[in-house]
């Protein structure tokens, strides 16, 4: 296989977007001796338990179904929709509806579609770094400019209401959030949230608000109470995931919650780019929302557990420091003034067989900071990561 580039011109903007960072931090296991102890991979988030035996049985039993192998609705099979539905309304205690709910090939093309449908090359969204870099590399091949909100570690990463208004201009039309925070684990207070929805209805912008790590929330008080406005549609879009609560990534899930005037229109680039959601997992899926609940809190509490171990790791280290920590991440302040944040998880890599991602992956000004998803190891090989860390010179 050739790796020149072809004879034709490819989207400008798809050439100047760097290649998806994942593989380069997976790489530098092949290049790991050994000598320190088996890998320690924290690099992407991926749930660290298969889904419990009988869903797993329930996805093979669906897709051996002769219904599973037709073309399905444009937004998703209807029980889906309304059992995302009513859990998000039992969740934030509020009353959704099926129509309000378009299922997609899980949450990064819930994003893409709905960017696709709020803007156009030359538009702008403000996004705070650091960033999901997924969100970056769409919208900068989707040509929609972007206007950095920071967001700073002595804030506990959580961005300043106050500062994004100053950004708001003519081209605006939306504001990215992620709470949990994809890197950073930052949970945005409710009044924040809250806060954000204000500006964003004043100044007739969307306010997209990606929720893919709600399910790990302690219980309790809903993430934020947006939903309870009638009129949450005229500000709000949802965006969840699938593949981290219920352990399924590989089945393609997600969802997008707005007004069913928006969901009306994000099925013209559905229909376009999916057709209609993967079947099989669909049926499933709709049924373990109410019957894996418990599972689902079990996990939740597993990854407090977690989170709380890799506090204490950081905390018996010298030098490091951990930021802020939740969900799936902890982002930390590494000791290595000047270092470039590559070249520290490089050698972490190598030297210790710790895999973290570097805080570059996620947007300027992170160069002192690492990424490890803890939710990806237990417990126990996360106690041992103040040891190998302890190995760098
Ligand atoms: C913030 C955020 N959004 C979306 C996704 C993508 O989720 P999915 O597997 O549903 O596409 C991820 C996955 O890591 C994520 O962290």
Redesign the pocket.
């Known amino acids: 296989m050739s790796s020149l580039p072809p004879p034709f011109a490819l989207n400008s903007r798809v050439l100047a977007v760097d290649a998806p960072p994942i593989p380069e931090a997976q790489a530098w296991k092949t290049l790991y001796s050994g000598d320190a102890g088996p890998m320690i991979d924290l690099s992407q ?1 991926v749930p660290s338990t298969p889904p419990p035996a009988s869903v797993l049985k329930a996805l093979g039993e669906a897709a051996a179904s002769s219904e599973a192998s037709r073309y399905g609705p444009i937004l998703g099979d209807a029980r889906l929709r309304a059992a995302h539905a009513a859990e998000t309304g039992r969740i934030y205690r509020a009353e959704l509806l099926e129509s309000q709910v378009a299922i997609t090939a ?4 819930a ?1 893409v579609s709905v960017m696709m449908a709020l803007a156009g090359a030359g538009d702008s969204v403000i996004l705070p770094a650091p960033w ?1 870099f ?1 969100h970056r590399m769409t919208l900068d091949m989707l040509g929609i400019d972007v206007d950095i909100l920071p967001a700073r570690p002595e804030a506990g990463f959580v961005p300043d209401v106050e500062e994004a208004a100053y950004l708001i201009r003519p081209s605006t039309r939306a504001i990215i959030l ?1 709470s949990p925070n ?1 890197p950073t684990g930052a949970v945005y207070p409710p009044n924040v949230i809250a806060a954000f929805a204000a500006l964003c209805r004043a100044r007739s912008i969307a306010l997209v608000l ?1 929720e ?2 709600r399910d790990f929330l302690a219980p309790g008080a809903p993430p934020h109470r947006l939903f309870q406005a009638v009129d949450w549609g005229d500000t709000l879009i949802s ?1 969840y ?4 609560a219920h352990a399924i ?1 590989g089945h ?3 969802a997008v919650m707005a007004s069913s005037a928006v969901i009306t229109e994000l099925a013209k680039w559905l229909d376009c780019i999916q057709i209609c959601p993967a079947r099989a997992a669909q049926g499933v899926i709709a049924r373990a929302i109410t019957e894996e609940r418990d599972w689902r809190l079990a996990q939740a509490d597993d990854l407090a557990q977690r989170a709380e171990a890799t506090r204490q790791a950081f905390a018996r280290l010298n030098g490091w420091s951990l930021v802020t920590a939740g969900a799936y991440f902890a982002f930390v302040r590494h000791p290595y003034e000047d270092a470039r944040a590559v070249d520290v998880a490089r050698r972490l890599a190598l030297e210790a067989g710790v895999l973290a991602l570097p805080g570059s992956y996620f947007g300027p000004g992170q160069e002192q900071h690492l990424r490890f998803a803890f939710a990806n190891v237990d417990s126990k090989t996360i106690a041992e990561i103040p040891h190998r860390i302890a190995m760098l010179t």
């Open positions: 988030a899980g949450c990064n093309q994003f999901y997924n992620v994809n990606d893919t790590y965006l995931s699938f593949s981290k990534p393609r899930l997600g």
